[in-house]
């Protein structure tokens, strides 16, 4: 089956204790992107990869570092959490290739302490 | 940067009924997609749309790209209970960098 998966689903940490969430797709797809999601805020850009080893920021990107060292494998980090950093996280995927449609995971709710 | 107006925000209706919401924009995409959200999950894709007036169904959802290339349309006919959850619209201009922007979404509640 074609997806997106992401873990943990839920964390709960501490300030400051480094976390690493990972996405993984079994699509072959070269575009990755990672969303926070928080109401009233909307989907908001964290990071994305067009490519292997390319990797830029997206709207909110301050907080949070990435790696593509895999086309699969998409991981998201968190170095020193805070609190405002709790959110509800999405990582997506498309094909690229001027196709835009992005296919998203089942998301990893995060609660900083 | 580039905002998309997603109306209403929330909308409650008895099943059996027609649901229409739309979203738009002050400047022009070329692709617009339309996504639900259920509780806990993530958004799943239901409509995708590349042409300027393009109208595209699926199932029960009929979504349209305006002919001004600045809006779209999502009607849902016939609702049911499973149709709860939050509907978006995701615009993206044609830009090298594959950058969708969303709306905040409409919340629809049907009652059975």
């Known amino acids: 089956e074609a997806q997106v998966t992401q873990n943990p689903r839920y964390l709960i940490t501490v300030t400051g204790k480094k976390l690493t969430v990972t996405c993984s797709q079994n699509m072959n797809h070269e575009y990755m992107s990672w969303y926070r999601q928080d109401p009233g805020l909307g989907l908001r850009q964290i990071y994305y990869?067009?490519?292997?080893?390319?990797?830029d920021k997206g709207d909110v990107p301050e907080g949070y570092k990435v790696s593509r060292k895999e086309k699969r494998n998409f991981p998201l980090i968190l170095e020193s959490p805070s609190p405002n950093q709790t959110s509800l996280y999405f990582c997506a995927s498309s094909r690229g290739r001027w196709s835009y449609e992005q296919y998203f995971g089942p998301g990893t709710r995060l609660t900083v302490t | 940067g580039q905002q998309l107006n997603q109306s209403p925000q929330s909308m409650f209706i008895q099943e059996g009924e027609d649901v229409s919401m739309n979203c738009t924009s002050s400047s022009i995409f070329n692709t617009w997609l339309w996504y639900k959200q259920d509780p806990g999950e993530g958004p799943v894709l239901l409509i995708a749309l590349y042409k300027a007036g393009e109208l595209t169904s699926n199932g029960r959802l009929t979504a349209q790209f305006g002919t001004t290339r600045k809006d779209s349309f999502l009607n849902i006919s016939a609702s049911i209970p499973s149709d709860v959850g939050i509907y978006f619209c995701a615009g993206q201009d044609g830009g090298s960098n594959y950058k969708l922007t969303f709306g905040k979404g409409t919340l629809l509640t049907v009652n059975p």
């Open positions: 990869s067009m490519n292997v080893e390319v990797t």
